[in-house]
């Protein structure tokens, strides 16, 4: 059984027990490099005072990211994603130029799927390849947002959906020695709250149409909380300290088996909550964006 305790390296242990998931892990491997890169903290812009209503802090937001950066990464991905190999047949040199970075990313960031749909045809993506992508495109991006953004983050959150990107969770954690239940988002590494009985999805409160189910072979500390209502599942770990939020995604990678265990009882993943409105727009690059961060912190 592959170790999924926080600190561990969940990455290598994954390398072995799955050499076919290499492609995958060598693209999650990339983004946490990514996420570390200061042009993408560079880029987010601080919230003066965090919204009470419901919207994600995402929403509402201007992003200055320079093209080098947005470029670079886009491209890293794409490349990297065709050794996968025929399940990724549009992403060849030629056609992966086809795509213009920035527009992908602020579809991938967005949650934009009219958008992400619009960027496959153009590029003959039958496969569904860059909606699979697009949520390790926007971790760099959103994990800078998560990093500067944390103290704004309201201390109660009653929503299902991440507040800072506002996507659905991923999986839910019942951590620590109070069992609290927190959901965790696998773009932003994202960390809330959340009550015991509520389906993160539709809000189901019936403890008559709430269950879990246990996939063969797991541990005990894993399980599939169901609702019946949506037919939702939500993948449910138990841990003594919180998962690092860089390790959310491979977390998610490594329970896959309790999504097919799901899937194959009629339960699904909820459909994106829809495009949230932020926009990425190009920023400064290289020496400028330093020198006006410079001069903002008052060095020069
Ligand atoms: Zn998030
Ligand atoms: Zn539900």
């Known amino acids: ?89 549009f992403v060849d040199a030629a056609t992966a130029r086809r795509i213009d970075p920035r527009s992908l990313l602020q579809a991938a960031v967005a949650q934009d799927e009219e958008h992400l749909d619009g960027l496959s045809r153009t590029v003959g993506d039958t496969h569904g390849v860059l909606a699979a992508l697009a949520p390790l495109l926007a971790m760099p991006l959103l994990h800078a947002c998560r990093r500067a953004w944390t103290a704004s983050v309201p201390v109660s959150w009653p929503h299902g959906y991440c507040p800072t990107c506002g996507a659905w969770p991923t999986l839910a954690e019942i951590r620590g020695l109070d069992s609290g239940r927190h959901l965790r988002c696998r773009r932003c590494g994202g960390d809330w709250v959340t009550e015991w009985l509520l389906c993160p999805f539709c809000g189901e409160r019936d403890h008559a149409q709430l269950g879990s189910l246990v996939s063969a072979g797991r541990l005990e500390r894993d399980k599939i909380e169901v609702c019946d209502r949506c037919h939702g599942y939500i993948k449910t770990t138990m841990t003594f300290a919180p998962i690092p939020p860089e390790q959310v995604v491979l977390q998610d990678l490594a329970t896959v088996v309790l999504d097919v265990a799901a899937v194959e009882r009629g339960y699904r993943l909820p459909q994106s909550r829809g495009p949230v409105a932020t926009r990425i727009v190009a920023g400064r690059s290289g020496l400028r964006a330093f020198l006006s961060r410079a001069f903002e912190l008052g060095v020069v």
């Open 1 to 89: 059984m592959i170790s999924t305790e926080p600190g561990s390296d969940l990455l290598t242990a994954l390398r072995i027990a799955h050499p076919e998931w290499r492609p995958l892990l060598a693209l999650i491997e990339a983004a946490r490099w990514e996420i570390e890169r200061p042009e993408w903290r560079d880029s987010v812009p601080s919230i003066p005072s965090p919204s009470p209503g419901p919207e994600p802090l995402l929403s509402g937001t201007v992003l200055a990211v320079a093209s080098r950066p947005i470029e670079r990464w886009v491209h890293r991905v794409l490349v990297t994603a065709a050794g996968a190999g025929p399940d990724a047949p």
